[in-house]
């Protein structure tokens, strides 16, 4: 059974956006699967694919705020930048040693606690202007989708 099931209070109405938070949150589904199926080699892969997504989330997220002039992209950044600090910190532990099932539920537990206060508060605050600012300037985002996640689909 999944850890956790989207709900469509949680979308922004940024349809990228929203397809890229439910695919973090897939990837601590496959990591609550990972710690009830006892893979530890499972836990690994996902720690360290749930960490470049999510910081190519935010990467994009921020190019999408600065292109929309977005007048809080600072204190935005600021938080993403705490947040990457401590997946750092998770995956270090991991590295060195740590129980990997311990790394796991912590990074679970906390990820989703962050991620839905995260988009609940400071991502619900910038939707309209980026969507305003995605009808106006579509052909942007597949450049940006490029650059960063290295393809244009959407969310792989
Ligand atoms: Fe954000």
Redesign the pocket.
């Known amino acids: 059974m999944a850890y956790f099931d989207w709900d469509s209070s949680l979308d922004i109405g940024v349809d990228l956006i929203d397809s890229q938070h439910r695919r973090i949150m897939d990837y601590v589904n496959d990591l609550h699967e990972a710690i009830q199926n006892n893979d530890q080699e499972l836990v690994f892969d996902v720690m360290e694919r749930l960490k470049d997504y999510t910081f190519d989330h935010?990467a994009f997220?921020e190019q999408l705020m600065e292109k929309a002039g977005y007048p809080l992209l600072e204190p935005?950044i600021q938080?993403?930048h705490r947040f990457c600090s401590r997946v750092d910190e998770l995956n270090e532990l991991l590295r060195t040693g740590s129980d990997p099932f311990g790394v796991a539920r912590k990074t679970r537990n906390d990820l989703t606690r962050w991620l839905i206060e995260?988009i609940k508060q400071?991502?619900h605050n910038y939707a309209a202007l980026v969507r305003k600012a995605l009808r106006q300037e579509s052909s942007w985002v597949s450049g940006a989708l490029r650059k960063i996640f290295g393809t244009d689909q959407k969310a792989s």
């Open positions: 935010f997220e935005h938080v993403h995260h400071e991502d």
